[in-house]
């Protein structure tokens, strides 16, 4: 290879190369340029678009239209094949490298633009939060076959590979026989991702009880889930955990959900201005949605009767607010206006109690005394 790269200097055809090189190099910088001042201009039609493909563009297409242009250009050259075959591979190596760059930076331009179609930011946000999940997924398998194929085409860019193309193959399916059993829990997740992505059963921006954890789904990859957890701890979980074990989903059809305050009060609270204030607490947040209130006496022991006070709220952290915010204003309310009504131990005295105490009392060397 170096003889072939000196006998090209010593017939001193180099002059060509290189002035096809700064050519080519020229060109495409002036043609990411004109790109771009373009997708400058068209952003005030479509300014997430532009704004994207600007974003993740910028540095992928210098390499690419140089390399096809050098590779086209060197055709026309007066040089012995023999000698270019390195460079022609090399050559072709690159701009397969470059055009998978290209595809997968143009999957996240697409994602950016399905993203903002689908925004997760509103309260009902239940079937933006579907598509979004699929989306995910469904990127990051793209990127694995773009990948894939990159590196397909790259080895058949080699002579001696597609000569022993069979021989390859063959040896791929026992090969791949011996890592499927070794990479069983990998592939495993790896399916799994692809039917929670489409059965669902989790979404990203989920609210979820796993593991003991309340918390929400931040990233759901192709073999683990991401919970991130009330108090900002990062649970990471396989992801055939959500489809082997059973777990808690609060937001799986709408992200309304029904909050619970429990009290336990004496027998002489009355219920009728406790009812009246508890509708009067609701009425002035605007933490409740305005679709549930109940109070009821839903259990009751030789001590207290247990009130539970029901309200629904728009999702689980504003239910939790809710909640907290009612419990504070009722017991409130009792400490207030019947401070009596707290839970409190009963005993009393019968008569034989009573006469036992007197005789005590009389028996006592203290009174015999008086």
């Known amino acids: 290879m170096f003889d072939n790269a000196i006998q090209l200097f010593n017939h001193s055809t180099w002059l060509p190369i290189l002035a096809m090189v700064a050519l080519a190099l020229t060109i495409g910088l002036l043609v990411r340029f004109v790109l771009l001042q373009l997708i400058r201009y068209w952003q005030k039609r479509d300014k997430p678009l532009f704004k994207s493909l600007e974003s993740h563009l910028r540095g992928s297409l210098f390499l690419f239209i140089p390399l096809l242009l050098i590779n086209i250009g060197s055709r026309y050259l007066a040089i012995d094949a023999a000698i270019l075959e390195p460079v ?3 050559i072709n190596v690159m701009i397969i490298l470059s055009l998978a760059s290209i595809s997968i930076r143009l999957t996240r331009v697409a994602q950016d633009i399905l993203f903002l179609r689908y925004d997760i930011s509103h309260a009902d946000n239940l079937k933006a939060r579907k598509i979004r999940t699929q989306i995910i997924y469904i990127k990051k398998v793209a990127i694995v076959v773009i990948v894939l194929l990159a590196t397909a085409l790259i080895l058949l860019n080699f002579s001696s590979v597609r000569r022993f193309g069979t021989t390859i193959l063959t040896g791929a399916g ?4 011996i890592i499927g059993f070794a990479l069983q829990k990998s592939l495993a997740n790896l399916f799994a991702g692809i039917q929670i992505a489409f059965t669902q059963p989790i979404k990203i921006d989920d609210a979820v009880v796993v593991e003991n954890e309340w918390g929400w789904i931040e990233e759901i990859n192709l073999t683990y889930v991401v919970v991130r957890i009330w108090d900002l701890r990062r649970l990471v979980l396989p992801i055939t955990y959500f489809t082997e ?4 989903n609060w937001t799986r059809n709408s992200a309304q959900i029904l909050g619970a305050v429990v009290l336990y009060v004496d027998y002489s609270l009355p219920l009728a201005p406790l009812r009246t204030h508890f509708e009067e607490v609701l009425a002035q947040t605007k933490l409740w949605d305005q679709q549930v209130q109940v109070l009821q006496v ?3 022991s030789e001590r207290t009767m247990t009130v539970r006070l029901l309200m629904t709220a ?5 239910a939790w607010d809710l909640r907290c915010y009612v419990r504070e204003q009722m ?3 009792i400490q207030a206006n019947y401070p009596d009504s707290l839970p409190k131990v009963r005993a009393e005295l019968g008569e034989s109690s009573r006469s036992n105490d007197v005789i005590g009392e009389l028996a006592s060397p203290h009174s015999n005394n008086t």
């Open 174 to 177: 026992v090969a791949g026989v």
């Open 298 to 300: 839903t259990d009751t």
């Open 88 to 90: 022609y591979q090399l």
């Open 314 to 318: 728009k999702n689980s952290p504003t």
């Open 331 to 333: 017991i409130s309310f």
């Open 245 to 248: 074990n059973a777990f808690q």
